[in-house]
């Protein structure tokens, strides 16, 4: 017992008893630049880019509605794969993990349209989520890779899909652009998992020799197994300002020649400078920059094209070839 149990006033018990109003607990975040607490609204705004320019990691829903027109998406299917073809287990079973990435994406999803029907859905299982739309009108197939889901880990699931996304970019004969988050190959699927490196490239060859273009936007991280093919195989390569892009971490490179690496080593601005990216660019003027480029290299009866006539399905190998109707 003290002077305050006693003495206070009504409304400095109030004060003191711990009963305040119901607060969300994400109201505000955390700059990672320069350590100022932002309002979520104002990120939201911004397509979370804090006043630093510092550029969180985002979702596949709000790329979609940073890339295309009114914010209208057809989403993909993505083929579904084995669940736990090694059995694998570390300090918990595979399948545990994978539920408990899905339950992270879930409860992330619904926070950020709590009403399913305002907004196109989104289709993802595991790392990767897909959609078809347009980007100022260019028919464009949008994979975007979610750092959220177990690191964007590249596994059965993240190759079929973007085997998928290059596929009906083919058959409906749109541009392919890839957003890229990644911390490499999942351990849990071994071998299985590398495989998916020869079989991405294929599938881009695919692409490119239907003319169309494939465009890869590096996000914050990308590395890895994912660095090593297709986030390194597009026709132009944009960073987002301040990704680090890389096979091995700073960390390691730095134990391993037992030296200290020159300023923003392995982040887009020094690799732009290296000549090993093309462009960065800051977030918010991304689908100008991609549709500009988009309107360079798309073929020009594509481009034109309208959405409604392209085919869905890819034709078989053995059916006739015909135009679309223009």
Not at 51 to 60: D, K, T
Not at 132 to 143: E, N, Q
Not at 173 to 184: D, Y
Not at 253 to 267: A, D, H, S
């Amino acid at each position: 017992m003290n002077w305050l149990t006693n003495f206070r006033t009504p409304g400095l018990k109030g004060l003191l008893s711990g009963n305040k109003k119901d607060t969300p607990d994400n109201l505000w975040v955390k700059c990672p630049v320069s350590g100022e607490l932002v309002y979520r609204s104002d990120l939201e705004e911004s397509f979370y880019v804090t006043p630093a320019g510092a550029h969180l990691r985002i979702s596949p829903r709000r790329r979609f509605r940073l890339f295309f027109d009114n914010e209208r998406w057809e989403p993909i299917p993505l083929p579904q794969v084995a669940a736990d073809p090694l059995k694998f287990k570390d300090d918990k079973p595979y399948p545990s993990r994978i539920k408990g990435a899905k339950s992270k994406i879930a409860k992330r999803d619904k926070e950020e349209a709590p009403d399913s029907g305002s907004v196109p859905p989104v289709a993802q299982d595991d790392c990767m989520a897909a959609a078809f739309g347009k980007i100022d009108g260019i028919p464009t197939v949008v994979l975007v890779q979610d750092f959220a889901f177990m690191g964007g880990s590249l596994g059965m699931a993240a190759g079929e899909a973007f085997i998928a996304a290059a596929q009906m970019a083919v058959a409906r004969k749109a541009g392919l652009v890839v957003c890229t988050a990644s911390g490499g190959a999942r351990m849990q699927e071994g071998t299985l998992s590398l495989m998916q490196m020869p079989r991405t490239t294929l599938a881009i060859q695919e692409v490119k020799d239907a003319g169309l273009p494939y465009l890869v936007v590096l996000c914050d991280p990308t590395s890895g197994g994912v660095s090593a093919s297709y986030a390194m195989l597009g026709d132009i390569h944009i960073g987002e300002p301040g990704a680090m892009i890389a096979f091995s971490g700073p960390r390691v490179i730095e134990q391993t020649i037992r030296e200290k690496l020159p300023e923003g080593f392995q982040r887009s601005e020094f690799l732009r400078e290296k000549g090993q990216i093309d462009i960065v660019a800051d977030r918010r003027e991304l689908k100008s920059t991609i549709a500009r480029i988009l309107g360079h290299l798309m073929p020009p009866r594509a481009a034109s094209n309208d959405v409604s006539e392209l085919p869905v399905v890819p034709p078989s190998p053995d059916a006739p070839t015909t135009e679309s109707p223009t």
